[in-house]
């Protein structure tokens, strides 16, 4: 199926364990940890936003951080999901594509890691956000910060101080693979080790995602462009704390 | 002959209130009681869904009228289109990652307690030792400096009556006559508005709009703490809670008004000043009294906006419109619509922020009464009061700039009918024959003005709160009668436990709604009423004295046969049984 695809024997036990038990594993966190969130935790599905204690700051960092990540997760995308074969087709060659990638990912590498920065000093040194920091916050930074140092990381070390690496041909078919239910896990064992901690990390903080206020994203309000401004609703028809039994509906 | 049906025309009903300023004492009794209801809870600290503000004054949060800074509400676009005036949906998405428009925390106030262990386990010393205000947001010693009603009483004052926002838009000289006129209190719970500011703001959606009684609410769990709807409402009345991180507001105490009581700061106000009733209304005709061209005539587009329920044909289409038969007699016997529309004393509040609010203030007329009476004149007499109504402009100016968006016209109207009510009671009260020319002088009959007194002066409780009871049919369970399920108690089996998340997450437990039979039964009844069972807890408020609950008073230890009988402990066991 995959050019690449090597032979079972090839591959290690930790390889497989990294790069196909982990991610499964991740993913079923993720998609599970998130219908499970949403089932139990509506009242705690919030951005728990601070700017109430303290605005000059966020104003800077916040803006800063989600736009960079906004763009950071587009350059995933076109690095990740499309293949490669899709956009020499329609004529970007991999100069060009690499040259954008290294751009923008870097511009918006640092503008994220910026407003991270911003925003973690924030939370230390003002007291009242500080006082609101939970120990799961805690960890979520850590993880993220974790997470995108290293894939700033990654970028900068191949492909500026480098000689330019093409994960196109390695990473984004394994991480394709994943989602075909066909992993490979030796495509993984080639890549620089850089690219390896970034994608394990990433996993790690897919696996914690649903537990921790990340969950925010995945509600972004695109539905408020198109709602109309005014929301009616009727009243819950029930007044009691149990929904009626079956046979004694209200009449 | 049976009108064709395109001819029916929307009706839609809405709780609202009147409040009457002239009897507000300013006790904040309201404001504690709601507060003791509603926001007793870590996180909310600092939010009054109901607060009591000094005209002139800053008011809650500090300066929130300056529309200029804040942006809240609607505002016409150059083509007279109806837009939010912070902005559209675009702007909104674009600004949720750092709300511009948010008031800090000190724009409200840093919430507060008091260190009082200090004073039961400080060692001792020479000195008495004191409870040192602590911070509830960061924990920390703080300098207290201000708080919701830190300029209470205080009106007038050069020192902080120039920071009142709509002070600054009447002239200078004005302002200095201001000081020595008067001054009074504002209550202010959410308005509950017929186009409301805060709900087109919501990018999630979460806040809504009953279609049943009008009440908006902020869905708990819908809310994602975008914070937009704190800023998009011009009157600052919702709070972000910044434990939970959602937003909160005023919910006209809604499992109370569903049973046909009163909200707490209605029930608890001492000078029975608020009044609450249903209004009809046409929700097609909202839109086009919002976008009213003037300001100054957006009070009577409003009122253009309500329907008159004793007319057959409003009757007849509020009936298709599926409001029920006794929700429309009781819009008939409305207090709420009888003071904005047949008596028309009542004013809306900020009608320029374009919201249509739906909590109505009748402006006093006490300040100018005082003037007239410190001057030595009758200050009941018709003359007299028609002229220091005229040249009184100052008070009314200011009143203008809160209730009419700056025109002086309908403020006047409203004083001098309420000054002729004076006047024309006062001669009944001596034994006078009455005079016609009073009611007739501001357009009223004699009937029509003695109504109005009753109304404003005499009002019993199912006068001023006129509240049909919601559809619900569920009557039976409200009761709390033994023929429900034995075990759907507070935590009792029947209920479920608590969530993986524990009790504060998950689907939230309906508020109690506790009704006057239900405490009556409780006070007058022989048995304790809390059940039996292993997990009971002990409400002190629901225990009748009778008996002993369990869980009130500890286990006693089983009695041994080697010990001396306590002669306290059995004599007390005598009494018990």
Redesign the interface.
């Known amino acids: 199926m995959n050019p690449h695809a090597a032979t079972p024997a090839d591959t290690g036990a930790l390889d497989s364990l990294l790069w196909v038990v982990l991610p499964y594993l991740a993913l079923v966190a993720f998609v599970a940890g998130h219908a499970w969130r949403y089932r139990y935790d509506k009242f705690g599905w919030t951005t728990r936003s601070s700017q109430l204690y303290e605005n000059r700051l966020l104003r800077i960092g916040s803006p800063l951080f989600h736009f960079g990540i906004l763009f950071v997760v587009l350059g995933h995308i076109g690095g990740l999901v499309i293949p490669k074969s899709w956009t020499e087709t329609v004529g970007v060659s991999e100069h060009t594509y690499h040259l954008a990638a290294v751009t923008l990912g870097t511009v918006a590498g640092v503008a994220t890691l910026a407003g991270l920065a911003i925003l973690i000093y924030r939370r230390r040194t003002v007291g009242a956000v500080f006082h609101a920091t939970t120990r799961n916050d805690k960890l979520m930074y850590a993880v993220l910060a974790l997470t995108l140092a290293l894939g700033l990381a990654a970028t900068v070390d191949s492909n500026i101080v480098g000689g330019g690496y093409d994960y196109r041909t390695t990473i984004s078919p394994w991480f394709r693979s994943v989602f075909s239910f066909d992993p490979d896990p030796a495509l993984m064992s080639g890549a620089p080790p850089l690219f390896r901690l970034h994608a394990l990390s990433a996993l790690l903080l897919f696996g914690i995602w649903p537990f921790t206020r990340l969950v925010h994203m995945l509600t972004a309000p695109v539905g408020y462009l198109t709602r109309p401004y005014i929301v009616y609703r009727s009243r819950d028809p029930q007044l009691s704390a149990r929904a009626p039994r079956r046979g004694w509906e209200r009449t | 002959m049976p009108r064709r049906a395109q001819t029916r025309r929307r009706v839609m009903a809405q709780t609202a209130m009147v409040m009457n300023l002239d009897k507000c004492i300013g006790c904040h009794t309201c404001s504690v009681t709601c507060k003791q209801a509603w926001t007793n809870r870590p996180g909310v600290e600092y939010v009054w869904f109901n607060n009591v503000e000094t005209r002139p004054g800053q008011g809650y949060p500090r300066r929130y009228e300056d529309q200029e800074k804040w942006r809240g509400g609607w505002e016409l676009n150059k083509r007279g289109r109806l837009t939010?005036k912070a902005g559209g949906?675009?702007s909104?998405?674009l600004n949720?990652?750092?709300?511009?428009r948010?008031p800090?925390?000190d724009d409200y106030y840093e919430p507060w307690t008091y260190d009082y262990e200090t004073l039961t386990n400080a060692p001792l010393q020479e000195h008495t030792p004191v409870a040192r205000p602590k911070s509830l947001?960061?924990?920390?010693d703080i300098n207290i400096t201000w708080s919701a009603n830190w300029d209470d009483d205080l009106g007038g004052s050069p020192d902080h009556g120039d920071k009142d926002v709509i002070l600054a838009n009447i002239a200078d000289q004005v302002k200095l006559e201001f000081e020595q006129t008067f001054m009074f209190y504002l209550p202010r719970i959410c308005e509950h508005c017929l186009?409301?500011s805060c709900?087109?703001s919501?990018?999630?959606?979460a806040?809504?709009?009953?279609?049943?009684?009008g009440i908006v609410l902020v869905?708990?769990?819908?809310?994602?703490?975008?914070?937009m709807c704190v800023s998009g409402c011009p009157y600052k009345k919702i709070y972000?809670n910044?434990?939970?991180?959602?937003a909160e507001k005023c919910t006209f105490c809604y499992p109370r008004v569903?049973v046909g009581l009163p909200t707490v700061c209605a029930e608890t106000c001492v000078g029975r000043l608020r009044y609450i009733g249903l209004v009809l209304y046409d929700p097609d005709q909202v839109l086009q009294a919002a976008t009213t061209p003037k300001d100054t005539d957006l009070y009577e587009a409003q009122r253009a906006v309500f329907l008159d329920p004793d007319d057959p044909r409003v009757i007849a289409d509020a009936e298709h419109s599926g409001i029920p038969r006794d929700w429309i007699q009781a819009a008939q016997r409305s207090p709420v619509h009888a003071l904005i529309n047949t008596y028309r004393v009542a004013l809306p509040l900020h009608p320029e922020y374009r919201t249509l609010p739906m909590v109505w203030y009748i402006p006093p007329l006490s300040p100018v009464v005082d003037q007239v009476r410190t001057t030595g004149y009758d200050a009941e007499d018709r003359g007299n009061l028609f002229a220091a109504v005229e040249a009184l402009r100052i008070p009314i100016d200011y009143l203008a700039q809160l209730f009419t968006a700056g025109d002086p016209a309908p403020v006047d109207a409203v004083l001098r009918r309420l000054a002729a009510m004076r006047s024309y009671m006062r001669d009944i009260n001596l034994g006078r024959e009455p005079d016609p020319a009073i009611p007739a002088s501001v357009g009223m009959g004699e009937e029509q003005m003695y109504d109005m007194y009753r109304l404003l002066a005499l009002a019993k409780y199912d006068e001023r709160y006129v509240i049909p009871p919601?559809h619900?049919?569920?009557a039976h369970?409200?009761e709390e009668l033994a023929t429900e399920c034995s075990l759907?108690y507070e935590d009792g089996p029947?209920?479920g436990g608590s969530?993986?998340?524990g009790d504060?997450?998950?689907t939230?437990?309906?508020i109690a709604?506790e009704n006057y039979r239900l405490l009556r039964e409780r006070q007058t009844a022989d048995t304790p009423a809390t059940p039996h069972a292993e997990t009971t807890r002990v409400n002190l408020l629901n225990w009748d004295g009778k008996g002993h609950p369990p869980g009130l008073f500890p286990t006693s230890a089983p009695p041994t046969d080697n010990t001396e009988p306590n002669p306290e402990k059995s004599r007390r066991d005598d009494r018990d049984r």
């Open positions: 939010l949906r675009v909104k998405l949720i990652f750092s709300n511009p948010l800090a925390l947001i960061t924990g920390k186009n409301p709900v087109a919501c990018p999630s959606g806040i809504y709009k009953r279609t049943e009684d869905d708990q769990d819908r809310c994602r703490g975008w914070r972000f910044h434990r939970t991180g959602k569903e919601a619900a049919e569920q369970s409200l759907d029947g209920m969530g993986p998340f504060a997450s998950g939230p437990t309906p709604v």
